[in-house]
């Protein structure tokens, strides 16, 4: 979990994931109904791949990321 965005304008956070296990994937969520990116969470899938989150007092915004996109047959597929 994040902290609450409420008392961190401006703070940012990274997640980074180091693990190369493809079975899992860290899920960043937030406190309450807070949103990232006007999304409930977001997921890391791929070893090396990070996300920078920074609040603006109510909720986190991403603002850098080296994920990879999802491709098209990920989201027919019901991967998310």
């Known amino acids: 979990h994040l902290p609450t965005a409420v008392g961190n304008k401006g703070r940012p956070y990274t997640v980074f994931r180091v693990d190369a296990d493809p079975a899992l994937s860290v899920t960043v969520i ?24 920074e609040s603006d007092g109510a909720n986190w915004w991403i603002t850098a990321s080296n994920r990879t996109p999802l491709q098209s047959t990920q989201l027919a597929d019901g991967a998310a």
Do not use: F, K, M, P
């Open 30 to 53: 937030t406190t309450s109904a807070q949103t990232i990116s006007l999304d409930t969470g977001i997921s890391i899938r791929n070893q090396g791949e990070s996300v920078v989150v």
